[in-house]
């Protein structure tokens, strides 16, 4: 008897090669400069919050509204804005070089309880599994955000394009 | 005073067909068998997709409080606990009150919105306690605040039951997994990367065989299918879980619109029987139109828009709106809807409904 199906098939997990290649991804070069969001959007449904939301015009969408949104690495400062409003809980905002050896990566959570700031947690991966430690830096929950909070984690670099979700 | 439109269902399609058409003077009554109106908007705790017109972003319930709160500036009667099971032939609608009163409603337009009913499949121990809908999961958690089970295995993959596992795990109960028959995920990929980044499983390619236990469901029986949808031999899975769920689709509600014979069509792509309909959504029999998933399984988001369609016919044809007003108002309503319409999902149900429309078989007439 299980108590949970096996985890190991890759169904409804975006690859990291393919997230790479989406028009959402702001290019390896650009985490040097900053945070900036990272849009796993994979899929031509018929949604474009994220360009109207968008303080910066950084997204694009367009006609149809079926485009996969578009990042402008130049303009997109980072500023969080468009992970609350996403339906699809897909966008995420990664600042590579948030120190020496860790990377922050703000993520949209809609889980009670509410990790404590200062918290250590469990950083997954697309897949839910733990990879590393996770150093909860901000708590961010406003009315403005949709009842979707975001939370920062600091996570050692080497998983910064891996830490898509946290665990308590 | 006879009642200018008389809407069955007070889901999203009914309750922005009476908004749209109150708004321009029209007497509405508004029907529900149930004992609160808003439909499945208040199960619909994700957000919406779509564009602002659709209110993209915003969660299904807030848009639900919305509309109610706008039907009661507008003074739309509204009529609960109410069963509507006919339609006369000089469209008197038939209805029973809180189980026992009889009375019929005479009505110079009629909407049939009755929405959609769950799917069912059948296996060994289907009709234990522990097996239930989607649906009675969501009315469970949203609406009664009790947790449907500690443990759920949830059948399905496509959007409904992507979401439940997701609304399950917020609200604290173990999802065991999801399992899909197909050998790929239905619903949409967001969804499901949500709920894997949360760490539940999903298996293609698996059907569940049994829900096990001596009176409740104490586990279920899970496993593999071949490429002919066979059991794969020594592919079985003992499952803990107290609650199979079952989301396996959903058809349009139709037991009200097949008693009034209209005239009705099989579209795969829509879930099933659907009446047959005109640009605007009049039915064979005129004076009665249809809106939201009764004209085949699509979204709130165009449910809501079919609503304000109708709404605008009828506002029109009582001479409420002018017929230039009517035109811009109908124009940019069937533009939103042709936009919901598009990519991979939306793609066939365009062609099905197109197909209802051109065949004609409705005449235009306006």
Redesign the interface.
């Known amino acids: ?7 190991d ?1 890759d ?4 690859s990291l090669d393919r997230i790479r290649e989406l028009p959402g991804y702001p290019g390896k070069e650009r985490f040097a400069k900053g945070p900036v969001v990272v849009i ?10 994220c360009e ?2 968008c303080p910066c015009g950084a997204i694009t969408v367009g006609e ?3 485009n996969l949104p578009k990042i402008d690495p130049d303009i997109c400062d980072g500023c969080i804005v468009c992970i609350s ?6 966008m995420f905002v990664v600042h590579r070089d948030y120190n020496e050896t860790e990377s922050l990566i703000y993520i949209p959570f ?3 309880p509410l990790p404590e700031k200062g918290s250590v947690v469990d950083g ?1 991966n ?4 733990p990879v590393c430690k996770a150093r909860v830096e901000k708590v961010i929950k406003s009315k403005k955000l ?3 909070s975001v939370i920062a984690v600091a996570v050692p670099k080497e998983f910064f394009e891996d830490v ?2 946290i ?1 308590m | 005073m006879n009642n200018e439109l008389v809407i069955i269902g007070a889901g999203p399609g009914g309750l922005c067909a009476a908004i749209e058409s109150a708004k321009y003077g029209v007497k509405v009554l508004l029907i529900d068998e149930n004992d609160r109106p808003g439909g499945q908007l208040f199960l619909q705790t994700h957000k919406f997709f779509g564009s602002r017109h659709h209110l993209a972003g915003v969660r299904g319930f807030q848009i639900g409080k919305d509309l109610l709160d706008e039907a009661e500036k507008h003074g739309i009667e509204l009529l609960l606990n109410a069963v509507a099971w006919g339609v006369f032939p000089d469209n008197r609608v038939a209805i029973t009150i809180s189980d026992d009163k009889q009375d019929s409603i005479s009505a110079e337009n009629i909407l049939i919105a009755t929405g959609a009913i769950e799917k069912g499949i059948f296996f060994k121990g289907w009709t234990k306690p522990g097996v239930m809908g989607a649906g009675a999961a969501q009315k469970l958690m949203h609406i009664h605040r009790v947790l449907p089970g500690k443990r759920v295995l949830v059948v399905g993959s496509g959007n409904v039951g992507l979401i439940v596992a997701y609304q399950l795990s917020q609200a604290g109960v173990e999802v065991a997994g999801v399992i899909e028959a197909l050998p790929q995920i239905s619903g949409y990929q967001v969804h499901a990367g949500k709920i894997r980044r949360i760490g539940i499983p999903i298996l293609t390619s698996h059907t569940i065989v049994e829900a096990c236990g001596e009176s409740d469901v104490e586990s279920a029986i899970v496993a593999k299918l071949d490429s002919a949808g066979r059991v794969v031999d020594g592919s079985r899975m003992d499952v803990s879980c107290d609650v199979v769920l079952l989301a396996v689709g959903l058809r349009p509600f139709d037991e009200l619109i097949r008693s009034t014979g209209i005239e009705m069509t099989y579209a795969p792509g829509l879930g099933g029987f659907v009446p047959l309909h005109n640009s605007v959504l009049e039915t064979s029999r005129k004076n009665i139109y249809v809106a939201g998933d009764i004209t085949g399984i699509e979204e709130a988001n165009t449910a809501m828009d079919e609503g304000r369609l109708v709404g605008v016919v009828v506002a029109e044809k009582l001479g409420r709106l002018s017929s230039q007003e009517a035109k811009r108002l109908k124009t940019e309503i069937q533009l939103r809807l042709a936009n919901l319409r598009i990519g991979r999902y939306g793609e066939e149900r365009a062609k099905e409904k197109k197909k209802i429309v051109e065949s004609g078989i409705v005449k235009e007439r306006t």
Do not use: A, W
């Not at chain 1, 169904?11 to 975006?14: A, R, T």
């Not at chain 1, 409003?85 to 897909?90: D, T």
């Open positions: 008897m299980v108590e949970k199906l096996p985890n098939s169904d409804g997990v975006l796993e959007c994979d899929e031509d449904i018929p949604c474009n919050p109207d939301i149809p509204i079926t409003i996403c339906p699809g809980l897909c809609e889980m009670y997954c697309r897949k839910g599994e949709h009842k979707t898509r979700s665990r």
